[in-house]
């Protein structure tokens, strides 16, 4: 497996800074390494860079309305960058164990804003609201459950920064050589050079092929009604 060295000299190589057989200096090392962790925190917020979309329980308590979400906040997860869907776990007398699968819509602040009475209370919420807050974020409820529930939060798994030269480079099949090239680009200015276009189309073909990897499949459905068939249809593969 590769290290971040490793990932680094190729990178350098790529350039022409390093020729073949030789090794950054500790100057060019730690620069490397810091355009290198840069580069995965950008792409955390590029969806389809985002290989593992998991859930993340939560807790609600009765008769609270909004929730700071973070480390260290009410919710103590990784402050999400994205999150894809949100589910109450449901669970009473009538419908026993395992526990219903409710979705909660998620709502944009204009859609939040417009509700009339926000301080509503309900047994079952419907709908949340979940700001862009730093370090935090807050997430509000509507309507305000007066019941203990589970939530899961379908959150983006983030691309982990990594902690020192000698890590070892452990991201699914692709992401090596999209970091080897891009890192090249990023690289460039700082050394005053042009990328020839080998380097530049090996970084766009390279971080083409993860987002190809990582895309999410869409279902196509039309009102039974028209079709006269309930069965959804797959675009990608022709059929139902």
Request: proline residues 8%; aromatic residues 10%.
């Amino acid at each position: 497996m590769a290290t971040v060295n490793d990932l680094i000299t190729g990178s350098l190589r790529l350039l022409g800074v390093l020729a073949s057989g030789e090794n950054p200096t500790a100057s060019e090392s730690q620069d490397a390494f810091a355009a290198l962790n840069d580069l995965l925190d950008t792409w955390n917020t590029e969806r389809l860079m985002v290989y593992s979309i998991l859930p993340s329980p939560v807790n609600l308590v009765a008769q609270q309305k909004s929730y700071t979400l973070g480390t260290g906040g009410d919710w103590n997860i990784p402050r999400p960058v994205g999150i894809d869907g949100t589910y109450l776990q449901y669970t009473d007398a009538n419908s026993g164990p395992p526990p219903l699968n409710l979705l909660v819509v998620a709502l944009d602040l204009d859609q939040y804003n417009a509700i009339i009475v926000p301080n509503t209370t309900t047994t079952i919420p419907t709908a949340l609201y979940i700001d862009e807050g730093f370090p935090l974020r807050t997430a509000y409820l509507w309507p305000i459950p007066q019941v203990d529930y589970s939530m899961n939060l379908f959150t983006w798994t983030l691309l982990e920064q990594f902690a020192a030269i000698t890590d070892d480079v452990a991201f699914p099949p692709g992401y090596a050589r999209m970091l080897r090239f891009n890192l090249a680009l990023e690289l460039a200015p700082e050394y005053g050079l042009t990328p020839s276009q080998v380097v530049a189309a090996g970084a766009l073909d390279s971080k083409a092929a993860v987002k190809r990897n990582n895309i999410t499949p869409l279902l196509m459905a039309c009102d039974p009604a028209v079709t006269r068939r309930t069965t959804a249809w797959n675009w990608l593969t022709g059929s139902t």
